[in-house]
């Protein structure tokens, strides 16, 4: 198994940064690939940032040239920092992480509440 623990959502006004970390744990797991998804209340699960182990990244469109994902291999720990914030960013964050022991696996964070306030 593989754990997430996710840290650093909050509530920050329109205009502001959050930054957010999510550790993985799990000594038996090759952690691959590490992201960020988000989910506002009534709609469905999207992307907000991925990244492979070997630092490739990946982003949703609405959130390009203002979140910066990042990631620590050695702590097994991803980061997302997040500027200019806007009232459409306010949703539950979650940390997914595919790992492999043979086969790979996709794990999942308890979700962090990033609320921006306009």
């Known amino acids: 198994q593989v754990q997430l623990v996710e840290s650093g959502g909050g509530l920050v006004q329109a205009g502001g940064s959050l930054r957010l970390s999510c550790a993985a744990s799990?000594?038996?797991?090759?952690?691959?690939?590490m992201g960020w998804y988000r989910q506002a209340p009534g709609k469905q699960r999207e992307l907000v940032a991925s990244i492979s182990s070997r630092g490739a990244t990946n982003y949703g469109d609405s959130v390009k040239g203002r979140f910066t994902i990042s990631r620590d291999n050695a702590k097994n720990t991803i980061y997302l920092q997040m500027n200019s914030l806007k009232s459409e960013d306010t949703a539950v964050y979650y940390c997914?992480?595919?790992?492999?022991?043979?086969?790979?696996?996709?794990?999942w964070g308890q979700g962090t509440q990033v609320t921006v306030s306009s």
């Open positions: 799990g000594s038996s797991f090759s952690i691959n690939d």
């Open positions: 997914n992480a595919i790992a492999r022991r043979g086969a790979s696996f996709s794990f």
